[in-house]
Nanobody, 125 residues
């Protein structure tokens, strides 16, 4: 079992920044790739970013490239999502998830993984 807890969400104006954290406990976190998803009201869950176990490879969905940065500190069992130049369309509940599968870049890799409870991000125009 891996327990994931997200934090750092909040309300910001467009152009602002937030840093989300995903803190893990339980099994060895460095054995897991980690992904961030988001879900806006009335919309399907969207795969946003992911990072490999060691942090040497990263995936971003096109809409966040150049604005979001995913990173991890395995010594602290934490993954971060730095979000800059936020837009109203970035609004949603952000979830972190982890998987032991190798295809970290695919949303399907996380379907049977561990999930956090989510943190709300609201960007106003």
């Amino acid at each position: 079992q891996v327990q994931l807890v997200e934090s750092g969400g909040g309300s910001v104006q467009a152009g602002g920044s937030l840093r989300l954290s995903c803190a893990a406990s339980g099994r060895t976190f460095s054995n897991y790739a980690v992904g961030w998803f988001r879900q806006a009201p009335g919309k399907e869950r969207e795969f946003v970013a992911a990072i490999t176990r060691s942090g040497d490879r990263i995936y971003y969905t096109d809409s966040v490239k150049g604005r979001f940065t995913i990173s991890r500190d395995n010594a602290k069992n934490t993954v971060y999502l730095q979000m800059n130049s936020l837009k109203p369309e970035d609004t949603g509940v952000y979830f972190c998830t982890c998987t032991q599968t190798s295809y970290y870049w695919s949303a399907s890799a996380y379907e049977n993984g561990y999930w956090g409870q989510g943190t709300q991000v609201t960007v106003s125009s």
